[in-house]
């Protein structure tokens, strides 16, 4: 059964904090994601990885950083926890080449007070 | 810029009949729509993938349709039950990226 796992479902964090969010899959995908979730305003996408060691910004990139070393690893960084990064963020990995089907992890839901 | 839009109001059903959600979308010509469902505190989950050239898609009691000239997709779920309550999310293919919609909250009642 594939999977994607992310390090922590939950994660509460204090304003200016370095926050690692790390997310693991095992069906040897090329693409990985790093989506946030808020109500109303749907996925937005974070960063995005179509290679190890290679990065683009998606749609919303300010404040954050991202790391790809392994294949099947793709880490998310908040330099300084803002409260207006308190969200839910998810995960997602896809094959290259094909319809991009995502298979996304549980999700973290970080709270930055 | 691209947009892909569903309807934010929630959905409520009765049980037994057929749910119709929609998905529209502007500025773009998608290659394919992706339907998924979302279940609270969890990740979206994968459910169809319809292409241009194809009006219609079905898989059990799923149905999507692509209608290419009104820019809209159609997903149907038929002789609908409680636990198809959940939130349901659509998709565009935009180069290595998929464009979402805000997705639907679909509520059957007993």
């Known amino acids: 059964d594939v999977k994607v796992t992310q390090s922590s479902r939950y994660l509460v964090k204090r304003t200016g904090e370095k926050v690692f969010l790390e997310c693991v899959q095992d069906m040897d995908h090329e693409n990985m994601f790093w989506y946030r979730q808020d109500p109303g305003l749907g996925l937005r996408l974070i960063y995005f990885?179509?290679?190890?060691?290679?990065?683009e910004k998606g749609d919303i990139p300010e404040g954050y950083s991202v790391s790809r070393e392994k294949k099947e690893r793709f880490s998310l960084i908040l330099e300084s926890a803002s409260t207006n990064q308190t969200s839910m963020y998810l995960c997602a990995s896809s094959f290259a080449g094909g319809t991009n089907e995502q298979f996304f992890g549980p999700g973290t839901r970080l709270t930055v007070l | 810029s691209q947009k892909i839009e569903q309807n934010s109001e929630a959905l409520n059903i009765q049980e037994g009949k057929t749910a119709t959600l929609t998905c529209n979308y502007t500025?773009?010509?998608?290659?394919?729509l992706q339907w998924y469902r979302q279940d609270p505190g969890r990740g979206p989950v994968f459910l169809l993938l319809?292409?241009?050239n194809e009006k219609e898609k079905r898989k059990e009691r799923l149905k999507v349709t692509f209608d290419t000239t009104l820019k809209q997709s159609l997903f149907h779920i038929t002789a609908s039950q409680p636990a198809d309550s959940a939130t349901y999310l659509c998709a565009m293919d935009s180069n290595y990226q998929l464009i979402w919609g805000a997705g639907t909250k679909l509520i059957i009642k007993p």
């Open positions: 500025n773009y010509s998608p290659a394919y």
């Open positions: 990885s179509y290679d190890v060691k290679m990065k």
């Open positions: 319809i292409r241009e």
